[in-house]
């Protein structure tokens, strides 16, 4: 199944007797509802370390987007009002500055990695502290609590998976802690944000800016106020957008429902 | 006529180095499409998208770009911002990295593994290619049509450096054609671009109005720096970045 299409529901499963693997595209199995399809013996795979690269890839994108204004000067560049490019229009410098990783998971660490190329200042928060020799390659520095990350950093990047304990991780409180040049990038899922606080922490300037390759729901309603804000970057969930990484997720995808046809242990299986 | 000049090299390295990156992240994930996307059908936005396709339609291939793994990055001018490009992209997960340029600096290159190719192999070996060279008469209309025929189907060329190194017409036409996948430039001639350059039709070329050492603490630097030098010439000592003429 690809970007959970189709709805994997008891309906579903009824119609399907002889249905033996539900192969995932992507990491996220949020989606999908584990003991319901585990209770009809269904198998179910997700496509994990394949999405790794091009998503925090995607993560880097958009904090430099968004601290740069890129989307804003490619307007400025190709609009037939623009006369000149003014000298005094200015971003914000990612070399140097803190950047907050909430979520060192294999995608998180590869943030870091590249993020020290950039000579960030790196601390993160986990569920438990990376090793040392980790940290040391990247030069991260570990958060017990997420609102020391939160007080410090000038871009956060949320790169958790969607769990019932990272639902609304950041909420009001937490963007209130949040520098007010702070920037909030979202790579991870829409729910892991309380959007409503997260809209009201922008027009209030609360925060100065988000990027979100993730929304909830997906697409946002045409009349959200995260779409008319200028200070907010959206992408259509296209974390894992590359043609070759596209490729390899359905050549895994095919692999693990082969396998579980033929009776034989499902690779990269979750149930 | 005896006119001393102070520029201010150096202060803006990163910031440019910086911005090249975030080009090329732009150009070959399509960001600023995505973004578009991402607004499609907001009525006050008045964006024009186009046609058909759009969220609604969603599909493993759309919006699809290059990943950077795995990839071979052609560096035009291995100076001081080149390499810090470079250092950027490493972890990126860069397999190769080649450049060219008036001749090979041994010693900047072993960092990044760097090969001093011709500007031919560049163009023919690379997936990525990011100019940061200077405008000189060597380097004027250096990315021509040649050149950009020589270029993979699916690679993106950035330019950060000065519009005059490209031929913009050929660029146009390798775009259009599909001689290459993405391009993306802080740079063109002129700036701004004519309201009817056929460039800013193209969906997959991101143009930005030179903003390569645009943030605060660069230009403040800049700007600090330049009146230093101001300041030094009126008094008729040595500046502290002076133009030899």
Not at chain 1, 220 to 228: C, G, I, K, M
């Amino acid at each position: 199944m690809w970007y959970h299409k189709p709805v994997v529901d008891e309906e579903l499963l009824q119609s399907l007797p002889n249905l033996s693997v539900v192969a995932s595209s992507g990491v996220g199995v949020d989606h999908l509802d584990l003991n319901l399809i585990s209770s009809y013996g269904v198998k179910v795979s997700n496509t994990p370390f394949v999405v790794s690269t091009d998503t925090a890839d995607l993560g880097i994108a958009l904090m430099l987007a968004s601290a740069r204004r890129l989307v804003e000067g490619y307007e400025m560049a190709t609009s037939p009002d623009t006369e000149y490019f003014p000298a005094d229009w200015l971003g914000d410098e990612v070399s140097g500055a803190t950047l907050g990783i909430v979520g060192m998971g294999t995608i998180g660490y590869k943030i870091a990695e590249r993020a020290k190329a950039f000579e960030m200042k790196i601390l993160y928060h986990n569920r438990s502290q990376r090793k040392k020799e980790e940290e040391g390659a990247v030069g991260a520095v570990y958060c017990e609590q997420v609102d020391d990350l939160l007080r410090q950093s000038d871009f956060v990047m949320l790169a958790v998976n969607l769990t019932p304990q990272t639902r609304g991780l950041i909420g009001r409180r937490e963007l209130g802690l949040m520098k007010p040049t702070a920037t909030l990038i979202n790579i991870s899922r829409g729910l892991v944000v309380d959007q409503d606080a997260l809209v009201e922490a922008l027009q209030k300037k609360i925060i100065k800016a988000a990027a979100l390759d993730v929304t909830y729901p997906e697409p946002l309603p045409r009349d959200h106020p995260l779409l008319r804000l200028r200070n907010v970057i959206v992408t259509p969930h296209i974390g894992s957008a590359t043609r070759q990484t596209r490729r390899l997720m359905m050549e895994e995808m095919a692999e693990s429902i082969r396998a579980g046809l033929a009776g034989l242990p499902v690779p990269r299986r979750v149930l | 006529r005896g006119i001393r000049v102070g520029y201010t090299p150096d202060v803006l390295t990163d910031a440019t180095a910086e911005l090249s990156v975030a080009l090329l992240l732009s150009a070959c994930r399509r960001l600023p499409e995505a973004a578009k996307q991402g607004k499609r059908g907001v009525p006050e936005l008045r964006l024009h998208t186009g046609g058909c396709g759009g969220w609604t339609t969603w599909k493993p291939l759309w919006m699809c770009g290059y990943g950077l793994s795995d990839s071979t990055v052609g560096i035009i001018g291995l100076g001081r911002i080149g390499q810090a490009i470079a250092r950027r992209l490493k972890p990126f997960g860069v397999k190769k990295f080649l450049y060219t340029g008036s001749g090979p600096k041994p010693e900047c290159a072993a960092e990044f593994g760097a090969e001093f190719v011709p500007l031919t192999r560049l163009a023919e070996e690379s997936d990525f290619v990011v100019v940061s060279c200077a405008l000189t008469p060597a380097t004027q209309g250096m990315c021509n049509k040649d050149f950009f025929s020589r270029m993979k189907k699916t690679s993106v060329f950035v330019n950060t450096s000065r519009g005059a190194v490209v031929n913009q017409e050929d660029l146009y036409d390798a775009l259009a054609q599909g001689q290459i996948a993405a391009a993306g430039l802080d740079v063109t001639t002129p700036e701004p671009l004519p309201t009817d350059h056929p460039l800013l039709s193209l969906k997959n070329c991101v143009i930005l109005p030179h903003i390569g050492s645009a943030t605060y603490a660069t230009r403040n630097t800049m700007a600090v720096l330049a009146a230093n030098n101001l300041l030094a010439g009126l008094r008729g000592e040595p500046m502290p970045h002076e133009l030899k003429l």
